[in-house]
């Protein structure tokens, strides 16, 4: 698509032919990958996709313990998101919520220990789902590559999200 209906072409930077291509396969590789591991963590495994994430996150940090809004950052979730997922893992006795010592205000995620049992059955499983979607399907260069290109990606978008509200994307137009 060379111009946007009812838009001039000054404003954006279209994407060319093969930008195109490797845009919409990543928007399919990547709804596939988590639909697949979505359905693997489904089928069986004691946690969610989105809940073992955040316990793996929990259980990096120092006493298993972090602070809600720093794995809010974490996960790229809303706090009222990570607040919800929170509120049904606190419920099955995987996590705990506690306050910040020194800090009225924060609160602090704690991985109890069916937490850590729940993660260490889980983990094989996932890894194995991980392995046979993504790793052993790239070549060790192209896994190292996506690697460097995700991470760019993210602090990309980490930087668009830290905007004040409507600016957005005007970096991007004016250029």
Not at 37 to 62: F, I, K, M, N, T
Not at 145 to 166: I, S, Y
């Amino acid at each position: 698509m060379d111009q946007q209906p009812g838009r001039p072409t000054t404003e954006v930077r279209w994407l060319d032919d093969a930008q195109q291509r490797a845009w919409r396969r990543f928007l399919e590789g990547t709804s596939r990958f988590y639909e697949a591991l979505d359905r693997a963590h489904d089928a069986g495994l004691p946690l969610a996709l989105s809940e073992y994430h955040l316990l793996v996150q929990v259980s990096e940090a120092p006493e298993r313990t972090l602070r809600m809004s720093a794995l809010a950052d974490y996960l790229a979730l809303s706090r009222s998101r990570l607040t919800h997922t929170v509120d049904r893992m606190e419920a099955r006795g995987l996590v705990e919520r506690r306050p910040v010592p020194g800090d009225r205000r924060g609160v602090n995620c704690v991985m109890t220990d069916a937490g850590y049992a729940a993660l260490v059955e889980a983990a094989p499983h996932h890894v194995a789902a991980v392995r046979r979607l993504l790793v052993d399907v790239l070549e060790p260069e192209e896994m190292d590559t996506l690697g460097r290109a995700m991470a760019k990606v993210a602090e990309a978008a980490r930087a668009d999200v830290a905007r004040p509200a409507g600016q957005a994307g005007l970096r991007a137009a004016k250029a």
